[in-house]
């Protein structure tokens, strides 16, 4: 037995490692276009901690990005209010990036980190603004 024959459940069901690599490829580079070459990528690169970006692309782009029950859009503002909760600045930089590509404006990113000053406190709100604005070249 392989690793791309073990089961793993999902959330919408159970798929094999290699399906939810595959789904996750597809709905990484649908959000990142550009970024990544086509085809299998090894995102390895020998340092401590190299298998995150494999556990990332198959459980969270894999099976939750590729989920049917939000659109890309919405999904990109719940995960934009959650990266600004968390304080996860360098995360939120590639997500406002990924936000604009599923169709947000940066109006309504602008919107979002408002939003989220009255919940998660004004300290996350300016933290997220500067990584907004270094995102966005700004």
Same mark, same amino acid.
């Given at each position: ?9 999902? #959330? ?7 399906? &939810? ?8 580079? #649908? ?54 909760? &968390?304080?996860?600045?360098?995360? &939120? ?16 990113? #602008? ?16 933290? #997220? ?10």
């Amino acid at each position: 037995m392989t690793t791309e024959d073990v089961q793993e459940p999902t #959330a919408a069901g159970s798929g094999t490692t290699a399906d &939810l690599r595959a789904a996750g490829w597809k709905a990484m580079r #649908a959000a990142l276009p550009g970024v990544f070459p086509e085809g299998e990528v090894d995102l390895r690169d020998g340092r401590l901690g190299e298998e995150l970006v494999d556990i990332g692309l198959t459980s969270v782009w894999g099976a939750i990005w590729a989920r049917e029950g939000l659109a890309p859009r919405d999904r990109s503002l719940v995960t934009l209010g959650l990266l600004i909760a &968390l304080g996860a600045e360098t995360e &939120l930089k590639t997500h406002v990036r990924v936000a604009l590509t599923n169709g947000l404006t940066k109006d309504e990113i #602008a919107e979002v980190i408002y939003h989220s000053a009255g919940y998660a406190g004004f300290p996350r709100a300016v933290g #997220a603004r500067t990584a907004a604005r270094e995102a966005l070249g700004e």
